[in-house]
């Protein structure tokens, strides 16, 4: 099974988030904030790290940064889920070390497929 951990503040977000995760047979973890989300990541390995941006304490740019610092979230792929949309946020949030960015509010019928190229091939094909 796929495991994701996402890292988001807003419950509402991470509820939503999950449950169209879940819908599609993913596992999902969820942190509340960037600290926590480290923590969780080095316990155990994800296959896909969702991040949202404005976190409190630690911004998602510095968790980004931190993740890639150590060898074995190196290949992890990361992506942002953010409300920050304004011009320079995308590169911003990719030279942070994400590999991808989903503009919030997300759309649920397009959701998975904007995640797709950023998870492990499905079993058996």
């Known amino acids: ?3 994701i951990l996402y890292i988001e503040d807003n419950e509402q977000n991470l509820y939503l988030v999950s449950f169209l995760l879940q819908r599609h047979g993913f596992a999902v973890t969820g942190a509340s904030d960037g600290r926590r989300g480290l923590e969780l990541a080095l316990a155990q390995p994800f ?3 969702l991040l949202d941006i404005q976190l409190p304490g630690m911004n998602g740019y510095d968790v ?3 993740l890639r610092s150590h ?3 190196a290949r992890t792929p990361i992506v942002a889920l953010t409300s920050y949309a304004m011009a320079g946020d995308r590169d911003k949030a990719l030279l942070a070390g994400c590999d991808g960015y ?3 509010p997300i759309d649920p019928d397009t959701f998975i497929a904007q995640l797709q190229p950023h998870l492990p091939p ?3 094909g």
Request: no cysteine.
């Open 1 to 3: 099974m796929t495991t």
């Open 47 to 49: 296959d896909l790290i």
């Open 64 to 66: 980004a940064r931190a």
């Open 71 to 73: 060898s074995r979230l």
């Open 102 to 104: 989903i503009e919030k």
């Open 122 to 124: 499905a079993e058996g």
